[in-house]
């Protein structure tokens, strides 16, 4: 069972990073799925999230306008366009898979995670 994230990596503000997420060993269809982080200090938060199959999105409010969840079932693959990163988005990005189709914010419904992968953001 793995969820393997990837596309991290080093950017300046006001650029750009796609991070994939993809599911092996693990049901991808009829659940859920969100992007959770971590910075520094700080506990895991909330990013997005998407339904199965995909008709309805949830964002944390620090990131709408910016950040767009998407999926492809067909590939087991979810995806976070990060567009104008700041700052403070700097963090550990994990995906999730979540227990009801519809996704959710909260971090305890959801069962399987992926280890993460690293967004620095740079003046």
């Known amino acids: 069972v793995q969820l393997q994230a990837s596309g991290g990596g080093l950017v300046q503000a006001g650029g750009s990073l796609r991070l994939s997420c993809t599911a092996s060993?693990?049901?991808?269809?009829?659940?859920?799925m969100g992007w959770f982080r971590q910075a520094p200090g700080k506990e895991r938060e909330f990013v997005a999230a998407?339904?199965?199959?995909?008709?309805?999105?949830y964002y944390a409010d620090s990131v709408k306008g910016r950040l767009t969840i998407s999926r492809d079932n067909a590939r087991n693959t979810v995806y976070l366009q990060m567009n104008s990163l700041k700052l403070e988005d700097t963090a550990v990005y994990s995906c999730?898979?979540?227990?009801?189709?519809?996704?959710?914010?909260?971090?305890?419904?959801?069962?399987?995670w992926g280890q993460g992968t690293q967004v620095t953001v740079s003046s």
């Open positions: 998407i339904s199965y199959p995909g008709r309805r999105t």
């Open positions: 060993g693990v049901s991808f269809s009829y659940y859920g």
């Open positions: 999730a898979r979540s227990r009801v189709a519809s996704g959710s914010s909260d971090a305890s419904t959801y069962d399987y």
